[in-house]
């Protein structure tokens, strides 16, 4: 039983090294405004959470001298949870230190939309929007692509019309993109591996619940830990992935397989009656000598942890990614084992510190670390822990 043999897990700590920018600013950074406050970064509540970004020019508005009333749009991958009302926050908190700054006020504020598919990772609804942003002629775009590939056509769009485009939280493959701001996901899947492994004993089986198979950000944490396991823990096998966007094509191979150990008049099962708990039921089912669980973001770690509490399921060890509220609360209830908690906030805040440096020829870093931490119940009322949560 997990309970009897549990670890106690390692803080990871966060990339406070922050260093500037690697190209210098095009314009040698001089500022044409005469009416810019050279007060440098705005202490607020959540400024620990900007000290983690990485590198450190990102963490303040010094600098971005944006033309009045100039407005930056921003495109989640969801409008509905605590992560991207932190992304929502952080970004809304650059713009009003930008407006500080400069001194603007009224109609020549800098402007900030806020916009994401209200279906979570809808991919054609993320595509429209970015269609109704584009139109609007922003200085600059900065999206979280729920498809690495799916916004190509809009981008070179964007790039016809002089408007940059950065990503954050999950990444395009499109070339051209001015600035990527995320959490480093190979690192934090590796940390998520060494502790899972580690509270395994180095050994077993492990399941992997990812949240997709489109996105960057998928990609990156399954592979990472996969690649992990491989070369650090040989005793520990992966036996089964699971992406949520395969539900259709699980659940009618599911419902192939209990159709045909029907008996003679029995009613056989609809795969569209299967749901994702009964995906995850029936891995938990196939795998009995399963000793580990890993799941990718906070949609996978809520759904394996309803499943095993309508199980009674207490016998494995679990970890995940994100932390809401709901989602400390599978620690404290001992559900969960250890969360990689990332910070939306500075994300939020270094995306459109990007943008207006794109938009201003300043040079950005081709990726700027948001920076994460491993959080566990023995300590997540720690001092610098809890600055961390969301």
Request: glycine share 6%; net charge negative; hydrophobic share 40%.
């Amino acid at each position: 039983m997990k309970k009897r043999f549990r670890v106690i897990a390692l803080v990871l700590s966060l990339a406070l090294l922050g260093s500037g920018c690697s190209r210098a600013p095009a314009n040698g950074g001089e500022s044409t405004n005469t009416n810019v406050n050279n007060t440098t970064k705005t202490e607020n509540a959540n400024q620990s959470k900007l000290d983690a970004l990485s590198p450190d020019a990102y963490s303040n508005v010094d600098g971005l001298t944006l033309e009045p009333g100039s407005y930056i749009s921003i495109i989640g991958r969801f409008s509905g949870d605590s992560y991207w009302k932190e992304v929502e926050a952080g970004a809304k908190q650059a713009v009003a230190d930008i407006n500080t700054l400069l001194g603007y006020k009224g109609d020549d504020k800098i402007k900030l939309t806020f916009s994401a598919p209200s279906e979570r990772d809808n991919v054609d609804e993320q595509v429209n929007i970015l269609d109704e942003e584009l139109a609007r002629y922003p200085v600059a775009i900065a999206i979280a692509a729920v498809d690495t590939t799916a916004c190509q056509v809009q981008f070179e769009a964007a790039a016809d019309n002089g408007i940059p485009v950065v990503t954050f939280d999950s990444g395009s493959d499109y070339a051209d993109i001015a600035s990527h701001v995320s959490t480093n996901n190979l690192e934090a899947s590796k940390t998520a591996a060494d502790k899972l492994a580690t509270l395994m004993e180095r050994s077993g089986e492990v399941a992997v619940f990812v949240q997709d198979s489109l996105s960057m950000t998928a990609k990156e944490r399954e592979q990472g830990f996969v690649a992990e396991l491989a070369a650090s823990f040989p005793d520990v096998s992966v036996v089964s992935v699971y992406h949520l966007d395969e539900l259709e094509t699980m659940a009618a191979n599911i419902a192939a397989e209990k159709n045909a150990a029907l008996a003679e008049g029995e009613e056989g099962i609809d795969p569209a009656s299967i749901t994702q708990e009964d995906v995850v039921k029936y891995i938990l089912e196939k795998n009995p000598n399963l000793k580990g669980i890993y799941a990718t973001n906070l949609d996978t770690t809520q759904l394996v942890a309803d499943v095993l509490a309508s199980l009674e399921r207490d016998d494995l060890y679990f970890v995940g990614f994100d932390g809401g509220e709901e989602q400390l609360e599978l620690l404290k209830d001992d559900v969960v084992d250890g969360l990689v908690i990332q910070n939306p906030y500075g994300m939020g805040y270094a995306a459109v510190v990007s943008a207006a440096r794109a938009v201003l020829e300043l040079g950005n870093e081709a990726f700027v670390d948001s920076g994460y931490t491993w959080v566990t119940k023995d300590n997540m009322k720690e001092a610098e822990i809890k600055k961390m949560l969301y």
